[in-house]
């Protein structure tokens, strides 16, 4: 470098390298040269999601396939994976597995995994994904009762540097699933000695009673005179107690509540919850009755 002459080197935005020198001295003008600009090549992304399954219902499992293909023309490096799961799901950490295919060999490689507080998490390759090569990530997600509030789609974007790959995304569709639209139906078949309706000690339970749903299932009381049916359909229902089951038993009036005067109960049984048909009898031959 000449005494007295400067030179100056103006740095471009990425992937374009600008060769650019201007030069003066104390007598002299500042003069520049020309402008030489050089595109760098950079990595491209494409990003395909698949699942095993298209319709599912609280408590399934859903495996989700991901496949991270370089497009372009040299390494991507430091690839992360930004996943946003649908309302509802919840990752199972412990089955993220990934796999790096390339010149037709696929081979283990490890990643890490951070979550969010917005149903996204990343998933993060610190090595290289080489021109035309794949990585395969696979996780399962557990499907929760939320989901039913959620819209399914799941959405997934990989990066690598400036690179920026495609959205992906993949529709569930929710079913409520029958187990979580049925209820229990719990109750007993007893003597009832105060006629108030209830039981209290010393008011045994009558066994082998029968009682006719509305759906026309048959339910028979145990030892105890207690009954106790699990997945009946949501929904006003009725049970009849069958007094030919009973011999030697009444229908016990009831003092406080004249809806309990009928050997039918109505409930209203909501989706996954509980509700109890009580009946009293009480003998038909008493001390000084027939």
């Given at each position: 470098?000449?005494?007295?002459?400067?030179t100056?080197?103006?740095?471009?935005?990425?992937?374009?390298?600008?060769?650019?020198?201007?030069?003066?001295?104390?007598?002299?003008?500042?003069?520049?040269?020309?402008?030489?600009?050089?595109?760098?090549?950079?990595?491209?992304?494409?990003?395909?999601?698949?699942?095993d399954?298209?319709?599912v219902?609280?408590g399934?499992?859903?495996?989700?396939?991901?496949?991270?293909?370089?497009?372009?023309n040299?390494?991507?490096?430091?690839i992360?994976?930004?996943?946003?799961?649908?309302?509802?799901?919840?990752?199972?950490?412990?089955?993220?597995?990934?796999?790096?295919s390339?010149?037709?060999?696929?081979?283990?490689?490890?990643?890490?995994?951070?979550?969010?507080?917005e149903?996204?998490?990343?998933?993060?390759?610190?090595?290289?994904?080489?021109?035309?090569?794949?990585?395969?990530?696979?996780?399962?997600?557990?499907?929760?009762?939320?989901?039913?509030?959620?819209?399914?789609?799941?959405?997934?974007?990989?990066?690598?540097?400036?690179?920026?790959?495609?959205?992906?995304?993949?529709?569930?569709?929710?079913?409520?699933g029958?187990?979580?639209?049925?209820?229990?139906?719990?109750?007993?078949?007893?003597?009832?000695k105060?006629?108030?309706?209830?039981?209290?000690?010393?008011?045994?339970?009558?066994?082998?009673?029968?009682?006719y749903?509305?759906?026309?299932?048959?339910?028979?009381?145990d030892?105890?005179?207690?009954?106790?049916?699990?997945?009946?359909?949501?929904?006003?229902?009725?049970?009849?107690?069958?007094?030919?089951?009973?011999?030697?038993?009444?229908?016990?009036?009831?003092?406080?509540?004249i809806d309990?005067?009928?050997?039918?109960?109505?409930?209203?049984?909501?989706?996954?919850?509980?509700?109890?048909?009580?009946?009293?009898?009480?003998?038909?031959?008493?001390?000084?009755?027939?």
């Amino acid at each position: 470098m000449l005494p007295g002459i400067t030179t100056l080197l103006q740095p471009v935005a990425a992937n374009e390298i600008e060769n650019r020198a201007f030069f003066g001295g104390d007598n002299l003008t500042n003069q520049a040269t020309n402008r030489a600009v050089f595109s760098a090549e950079a990595a491209a992304l494409q990003i395909a999601k698949a699942a095993d399954k298209v319709v599912v219902k609280p408590g399934d499992t859903v495996l989700y396939r991901i496949t991270i293909r370089n497009v372009g023309n040299i390494n991507a490096s430091n690839i992360t994976l930004t996943d946003r799961l649908p309302l509802g799901l919840v990752l199972e950490s412990k089955s993220l597995q990934a796999s790096l295919s390339n010149n037709n060999t696929t081979s283990q490689v490890p990643i890490s995994v951070a979550k969010s507080t917005e149903g996204s998490f990343y998933v993060t390759y610190a090595g290289s994904l080489a021109p035309t090569g794949t990585l395969n990530i696979i996780y399962a997600a557990t499907v929760t009762p939320d989901g039913m509030r959620g819209n399914g789609r799941n959405l997934a974007v990989a990066t690598a540097g400036s690179a920026r790959s495609n959205t992906a995304s993949h529709q569930l569709k929710i079913r409520s699933g029958l187990i979580s639209d049925c209820g229990t139906l719990i109750g007993r078949v007893f003597v009832d000695k105060n006629f108030d309706g209830e039981q209290q000690h010393g008011e045994p339970g009558i066994p082998n009673a029968v009682i006719y749903m509305d759906d026309g299932n048959r339910i028979i009381t145990d030892a105890n005179g207690i009954f106790s049916v699990a997945n009946v359909i949501a929904g006003n229902r009725t049970g009849t107690l069958d007094l030919t089951s009973l011999p030697g038993y009444i229908q016990a009036p009831n003092l406080y509540r004249i809806d309990k005067n009928s050997q039918s109960r109505l409930v209203k049984l909501a989706p996954s919850s509980m509700a109890r048909m009580n009946f009293a009898v009480t003998p038909a031959f008493r001390e000084g009755r027939q």
